[in-house]
């Protein structure tokens, strides 16, 4: 008589692309979680995959044994620790893929190019090819900051919905690294109008007096991502401006489509 149970059966069944059913289907569980802010209900994971909740339960238990999603004391579910590994490694490998880009564009603008992502409620650089200047820029790789007083951070924030962007403001603050930072969430929401009108993001000497940063975001990215140079205010002007804004665009597109590549569907 057959002994197989529903998961194991679950576990050898092949998806419609070839791979294992089980697996695509907790990660779509980690994903939703990750969208959810990192901790949710069963029932709720059901409502928003479509999936019994018997399925899900078998799929979480998996995850929470693997360390991957721990049970809250409240019987809600969370992700794990274990993930901070597996994302601290998946970041140094983005920017290690993104620096021949980064590199094009210190070539093409003679500017600092920094790569940077939304890692929580911060911006976190990834990688970084230095100018040649003598007189340059250099943000140190791994250096987390808030989101309002960055180029990076208006290009990333641009695509989130308002009352995303309000809640995260409330969250973090808004403190003052200069005197032209951007302080109020009304006066941040209406610099990403800029942003979404203009098609990229200005640091004007709100990171740090002297400094210029202009940015955009990576379209499509398999998490929030966005490049950047920054140089002294008296190179990075208007005129220089209209310049350097096609550039990083071009090369955004281009990266885009490598990690797109690194991830075939």
Not at 218 to 245: F, L, M, N, Q, W
Request: aromatic share 4%; hydrophobic share 40%.
């Amino acid at each position: 008589m057959p002994t197989s149970s529903a998961s194991s059966t679950d576990s050898a069944r092949s998806s419609s692309n070839g791979g294992v059913q089980s697996l695509e289907r907790a990660f779509d569980l980690l994903e939703r979680m990750a969208d959810a802010g990192g901790e949710v209900g069963l029932s709720e994971l059901s409502a928003s995959s479509g999936l019994p909740l018997p399925t899900i339960h078998r799929l979480m238990r998996t995850l929470v044994a693997c360390g991957y999603v721990r049970q809250q004391p409240n019987r809600r579910y969370a992700l794990g620790p274990r993930l901070i590994r597996l994302g601290e490694s998946a970041s140094r490998l983005l920017g290690t893929w993104a620096r021949p880009y980064l590199a094009r564009l210190v070539e093409e603008t003679g500017e600092t190019a920094n790569m940077a992502l939304l890692d929580g409620d911060e911006i976190v650089y990834v990688a970084q090819v230095p100018s040649k200047h003598s007189m340059r820029m250099f943000t140190e790789v791994g250096r987390r900051v808030l989101p309002h007083s960055t180029g990076v951070g208006k290009a990333l924030l641009a695509g989130f919905p308002p009352e995303e962007v309000r809640a995260l403001l409330a969250r973090t603050g808004m403190p003052a690294a200069t005197e032209k930072t951007i302080t109020t969430a009304d006066g941040f929401l209406a610099a990403l109008e800029d942003v979404r009108r203009q098609g990229y993001a200005i640091d004007d000497n709100e990171q740090e007096i002297g400094v210029r940063c202009l940015a955009v975001p990576v379209p499509d990215s398999p998490t929030a991502a966005a490049i950047s140079i920054s140089g002294p205010a008296g190179r990075v002007t208007e005129a220089a401006t209209e310049k350097i804004v096609p550039v990083l665009q071009q090369v955004a597109a281009e990266l885009s489509r490598a990690l797109a590549s690194q991830n075939p569907a």
